[in-house]
């Protein structure tokens, strides 16, 4: 009977502590066979001062090139879905950001949006591109946003989902959890990611449960790592002075249901850009490429569309 319970206890111990890898495992292993069927190679890119693991795809040769940004917290597979639609032809590049992802963390590094935007710049010229369309959420829209106004001569064009980088004249529910000292990034427990995770999106991805059990312990055990990140890039310089350098064209998509970066944002953007196109998403929240994979590229494909229909005297005067 002892040795029942001994067992039992042995079994219960391994399930518990394996359970994270599991979500690990099957999450890797679906996020790899979505790259190969859209034609994504991982390739690790070598900078000033580490390593950039991206996936790329698309014509090497291709004359139009789209950079992808992620956002805080996030990484490249969240443009996975998105990129696919784009691969038949631009050479698509989509960066884990540095302290993101497989491009991993250092203490101290540096994580502000000015030297994220540099060495995205950076890897742009390892990559042998001179000039690329930009899109960015969240951060890395932040990041998008910084590269257009102070590397005019690399961006053709500008693309913001639901971008950081302002002040927003109403505050969102994640400014309420930081102005009472709170910050839904720095998970604890699995219970404080199931709340998190449904301030990021309005209609998520479905994914089973021991995947998002992966992503809690993941998030609890970057914690110091993610305070490190979101201190930096929170104290970097606004983006309101910066906003009418951005001569590029660009496209502002917004989730109407965004908990994060509230929608009043997108008055602001409006008034400083000065070629701006606005779409404002019913139903979505703040990762529209994530939600609604196909209707963002839709969007997106328009826009560069729209780009190329343009004369050469219209595009003077933008």
Known sequence: MLLLVVAIAVFAAWCWLSYPAVGYWLYDLSVAAEARLYKLHKIVVPINEMTVSTWQGGPYEASSNVLMLHGFSGDKNLWLRFARYFVGNYRVIIPDIAGHGETGFKAGGGYDIPLQAKRMIQLLDVCGVEKVHVIGNSMGGWIAAWMAAHYPERVV????????GVTSPEPSDLQRHLANGHNPFLIESREEFKHFYAMLMADPPWMPRVVLDAFAHRFQQSRDELREIFDDFHASPPMEPELPA???????LWGRKDRLLDVSSV???SKGIVDLRVEIWEGIGHMPMVEAPAGSARLYREFLASLRSESPQDQRLH
């Open 157 to 164: 064009s500008v693309a913001l989902f639901d971008p950081a």
């Open 246 to 252: 951005i001569s590029a064209p660009a496209l502002l």
């Open 267 to 269: 008055a602001v953007w």
